[in-house]
């Protein structure tokens, strides 16, 4: 059973920035594309990033465009998103997944999730 395992959530105030790890021991993890999502209290789960297994492409929801990039080490079995210029809106719990195909836009047949890091973000 493969768990992915997200850290680096935390609290920040608006405009301050965090860096979300997820680790994926287990996972023949070179050959995934990896997506990042959240959800919101009350709100449905949806796209923010997504890397290609290389890392070489990415993609953004038009939301975090421009402040949030996503990277990953596959040595280290590692992907991760740095968040800038965070805003209130911004909060959520973020979910890391694990998809063979890419691109990702939906969190619908992702193969394999983490149970999430609170990001809240205070104005």
């Known amino acids: 059973q493969v768990q992915l395992v997200e850290s680096g959530g935390g609290l920040v105030q608006a405009g301050g920035s965090l860096r979300l790890s997820c680790a994926a021991p287990?996972?023949?993890?070179?050959?995934?594309?990896m997506g990042w999502f959240r959800q919101a209290p009350g709100k449905e789960r949806e796209f923010v990033a997504a890397?290609?297994?290389?890392?070489?492409?990415?993609s953004y929801a038009d939301a975090v465009k421009g402040r949030f990039t996503g990277s990953r080490d596959n040595a280290k079995n590692t992907v991760y998103l740095q968040m800038n210029s965070l805003k209130p809106e911004d909060t959520a719990v973020y979910y890391c997944a694990a998809d063979r195909h890419y691109p990702i836009t939906s969190s619908y047949g992702m193969d394999y999730w983490g149970k999430g890091t609170l990001v809240t973000v205070s104005s």
């Open positions: 287990g996972l023949i993890f070179s050959i995934y594309a």
């Open positions: 890397i290609s297994s290389s890392g070489r492409s990415t």
